[in-house]
């Protein structure tokens, strides 16, 4: 079958289909998007069982449609905060997102096809049920929504051996094997394993049950300052804490204390040096819970478990064939290198503001319908990587803040940004008149180019 197409974009992950929202709201294109998994919604089909969003669902997912109801919840460890959609329901949302998409008779969405490549007829998709390969021309461009493909437990290769008689699963497995357990082992640094121990932790397994294999401490933002809506005045606390702190660090340890002492940042362990930034966040609840788990192994990454050890990096330790080892060890978010956004005939999908994946695709996909030329495009999207260590923060957070000063001199993308249910900031100027929010605002005004200065002498170029 031969397929003509405007747009060719290859993942119907989240950022894919977030992109193809915005262009096709924007521009009267059409668009064939392509996903080898049977359904829209990339590694939410695969979340395990307890996965919330970590933000909350008010600014996450596509432009046009809400997710959730933005309700404040009254109990459990998010009580006061906005709503976070489970994994079934996130599922369920980018389903709706695709049909509606379809439903424009603009988008053509073919699960089930994987793109093998460039070829003299066009773009080699797969139909993965029959066989059948099919040519796709592309009139205008090639859109990679997998370049930042995330990695997950329930998919990935484990980095590991598992020698025979060692239990291990991965953390997708944990609600219907926990019950078989004497104890526990949970493997990894970040937010799945933190979710895997608080899971234990609430279903009754006591704190010295569970041994956590953390091969780096990691940095958590305190989820309070992630609050949109009528709580947006926390998110521009937490901006300028940010600018403040960066402003003045002389170091990056320096950066780092002064963004712990500021409430900005949390680690597990305030005794322990941590190195792992991942942009994750946990609520005071979640960490108070964590910090109950004592029995932690910091010998570097896991090389084999077997029946009676684990061997890692830089040493072994004892388990045991009754200890449930609990896989959380992949990447999650993937911090590839960064390469132009804009390229010719090709659009590569990733970060541009900190932390904001479905905003960020969405305003490429706003900007590739409203701008002609890709210099100008990438002036106002510049790729910035996803974060992995603490060395990452000064170049994140710097560019994203002159990327951003870039868009205010824009009218367009301005009005866009302002107007996105996708920006975290969008209830600002209905708060502007609060007191906290204008000495928020004023605070990070008054810092935030010392910043961008300050932060250069930590390696970050000066583009
Ligand atoms: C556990 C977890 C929780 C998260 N929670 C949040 C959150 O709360 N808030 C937030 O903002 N971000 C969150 N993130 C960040 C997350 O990365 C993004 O939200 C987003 O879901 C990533 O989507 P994606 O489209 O980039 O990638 P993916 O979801 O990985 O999708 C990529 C898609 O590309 C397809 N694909 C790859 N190669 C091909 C090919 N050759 N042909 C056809 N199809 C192909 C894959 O099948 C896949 O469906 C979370 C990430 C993880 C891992």
Same mark, same amino acid.
């Given at each position: 079958?031969?397929?003509?197409?405007?747009?060719?974009?290859?993942?119907?992950?989240?950022?894919?289909?977030?992109?193809?929202?915005?262009?096709?709201?924007?521009?009267?294109?059409?668009?064939?998007?392509?996903?080898?998994? =049977?359904?829209?919604?990339?590694?939410?089909?695969?979340?395990? =069982?307890?996965?919330?969003?970590?933000? =909350?669902?008010?600014?996450?997912?596509?432009?046009?449609?809400?997710?959730?109801?933005?309700?404040?919840?009254?109990?459990?460890?998010?009580?006061?905060?906005?709503?976070?959609?489970?994994?079934?329901?996130?599922?369920?949302?980018?389903?709706?997102?695709?049909?509606?998409?379809?439903?424009?008779?603009?988008?053509?969405?073919?699960?089930?096809?994987?793109?093998?490549?460039?070829?003299?007829?066009?773009?080699?998709?797969?139909?993965?049920?029959?066989?059948?390969?099919?040519?796709?021309?592309?009139?205008?461009?090639?859109?990679?929504?997998?370049?930042?493909?995330?990695?997950?437990?329930?998919?990935?290769?484990?980095?590991?051996?598992?020698?025979?008689?060692?239990?291990?699963?991965?953390?997708?497995?944990?609600?219907?094997?926990?019950?078989?357990?004497?104890?526990?082992?949970?493997?990894?640094?970040?937010?799945?394993?933190?979710?895997?121990?608080?899971?234990?932790?609430?279903?009754?397994?006591?704190?010295?049950?569970?041994?956590?294999?953390?091969?780096?401490?990691?940095?958590?933002?305190?989820?309070?300052?992630?609050?949109?809506?009528?709580?947006?005045?926390?998110?521009?606390?937490?901006?300028?804490?940010?600018?403040?702190?960066?402003?003045?660090?002389?170091?990056?340890?320096?950066?780092?204390?002064?963004?712990?002492?500021?409430?900005?940042?949390?680690?597990?362990?305030?005794?322990?040096?941590?190195?792992?930034?991942?942009?994750?966040?946990?609520?005071?609840?979640?960490?108070?819970?964590?910090?109950?788990?004592?029995?932690?192994?910091?010998?570097?990454?896991?090389?084999?478990?077997?029946?009676?050890?684990?061997?890692?990096?830089?040493?072994?330790?004892?388990?045991?064939?009754?200890?449930?080892?609990?896989?959380?060890?992949?990447?999650?978010?993937?911090?590839?290198?960064?390469?132009?956004?804009?390229?010719?005939?090709?659009?590569?999908?990733?970060?541009?503001?900190?932390?904001?994946?479905?905003?960020?695709?969405?305003?490429?996909?706003?900007?590739?319908?409203?701008?002609?030329?890709?210099?100008?495009?990438?002036?106002?999207? =510049?790729?910035?990587?996803?974060?992995?260590?603490?060395?990452?923060?000064?170049?994140?957070?710097?560019?994203?803040?002159?990327?951003?000063?870039?868009?205010?001199?824009?009218?367009?993308?301005?009005?866009?940004?302002?107007?996105?249910?996708?920006?975290?900031?969008?209830?600002?100027?209905?708060?502007?008149?609060?007191?906290?929010?204008?000495?928020?605002?004023?605070?990070?005004?008054?810092?935030?180019?010392?910043?961008?200065?300050?932060?250069?002498?930590?390696?970050?170029?000066?583009?």
């Amino acid at each position: 079958m031969l397929v003509n197409t405007d747009y060719l974009v290859v993942g119907a992950g989240a950022t894919g289909l977030a992109f193809v929202d915005a262009l096709a709201a924007a521009a009267d294109v059409e668009v064939t998007l392509v996903d080898r998994q =049977p359904a829209p919604g990339g590694h939410w089909l695969h979340a395990y =069982p307890f996965l919330r969003l970590h933000t =909350p669902s008010a600014y996450y997912g596509v432009n046009s449609l809400a997710l959730g109801v933005d309700r404040i919840d009254q109990a459990g460890e998010n009580a006061g905060y906005y709503e976070r959609a489970t994994g079934s329901e996130v599922r369920e949302y980018f389903a709706e997102a695709a049909a509606r998409l379809a439903q424009t008779g603009r988008v053509r969405l073919l699960t089930g096809h994987e793109h093998l490549g460039g070829g003299s007829n066009g773009e080699h998709v797969k139909d993965l049920s029959t066989g059948e390969l099919h040519d796709v021309v592309v009139r205008r461009k090639i859109v990679d929504a997998r370049y930042l493909e995330t990695s997950i437990p329930a998919t990935h290769a484990r980095p590991f051996d598992v020698a025979p008689g060692a239990r291990v699963i991965p953390v997708n497995d944990l609600p219907q094997t926990a019950g078989s357990a004497p104890s526990y082992a949970v493997l990894g640094a970040g937010k799945t394993a933190a979710d895997a121990c608080i899971w234990l932790l609430d279903n009754g397994v006591e704190p010295d049950r569970i041994r956590w294999i953390r091969p780096r401490d990691a940095w958590f933002y305190d989820r309070r300052h992630f609050q949109p809506l009528e709580q947006v005045g926390a998110i521009m606390e937490g901006l300028s804490l940010d600018a403040e702190a960066g402003a003045s660090a002389a170091s990056i340890d320096d950066l780092f204390e002064r963004l712990e002492a500021a409430g900005r940042l949390v680690r597990i362990d305030p005794s322990r040096p941590a190195t792992m930034y991942r942009g994750t966040m946990l609520s005071a609840r979640e960490l108070e819970a964590v910090r109950q788990i004592e029995d932690v192994v910091r010998l570097g990454r896991v090389r084999r478990i077997e029946a009676g050890r684990i061997v890692l990096e830089r040493g072994e330790t004892e388990t045991g064939p009754d200890v449930l080892h609990v896989d959380c060890t992949a990447l999650g978010l993937n911090n590839a290198p960064a390469t132009a956004i804009f390229q010719p005939g090709r659009i590569v999908l990733q970060q541009v503001r900190f932390l904001s994946p479905t905003f960020n695709a969405a305003l490429v996909g706003f900007v590739e319908a409203s701008r002609d030329d890709d210099a100008d495009k990438n002036r106002l999207c =510049p790729p910035d990587p996803y974060p992995s260590t603490i060395e990452d923060w000064p170049r994140m957070m710097s560019r994203t803040w002159r990327t951003e000063g870039r868009w205010l001199s824009e009218p367009d993308v301005s009005a866009w940004v302002a107007a996105s249910r996708l920006n975290l900031l969008q209830a600002l100027p209905d708060h502007a008149a609060e007191p906290s929010v204008q000495s928020a605002v004023k605070r990070f005004l008054t810092h935030v180019n010392a910043a961008i200065e300050r932060l250069k002498q930590f390696g970050e170029p000066s583009n």
